[in-house]
Nanobody, 120 residues
């Protein structure tokens, strides 16, 4: 079992920055694709950032150039650095740990979610 505990988030003015953390226990993050997604009111859930075990990263167009996903294997923690925040970034943010089985993503654990609110 993989347990994920999120921290960070909060209220920030547009243009500001926040960092979210996702601390993992039960297994090493080096075994997993680590993802951040978000759920905004009345919008579909959106996968916004992925960090793969080989160190590559992927971003949704909506956050590319502004958000950075990183992982600290020694601390077993994944981060999401969010810069140049916009009101449209207001959402609940979730981290998850996933593996690929026959090219299918299988999520093994979810964080509890963190509210990020951006005001103009």
């Amino acid at each position: 079992q993989v347990d994920l505990v999120q921290s960070g988030g909060g209220l920030v003015q547009a243009g500001g920055s926040l960092t979210l953390s996702c601390a993992v226990s039960g297994s090493s993050i080096s075994n997993y694709h680590m993802n951040w997604d978000r759920q905004a009111p009345e919008k579909q859930r959106e996968l916004i950032a992925t960090s793969t075990p080989d160190g590559s990263t992927k971003y949704a167009d909506s956050v590319k150039g502004r958000f950075t996903i990183s992982r600290d294997n020694a601390k077993n923690t994944v981060y999401l650095q969010m810069n140049s925040l916009k009101p449209d970034d207001t959402a609940i943010y979730f981290c998850n740990a996933a593996i690929l089985i026959d090219n299918n993503v299988v999520v093994k654990g979810w964080g509890q979610g963190t509210q990020v609110s951006v005001y103009s």
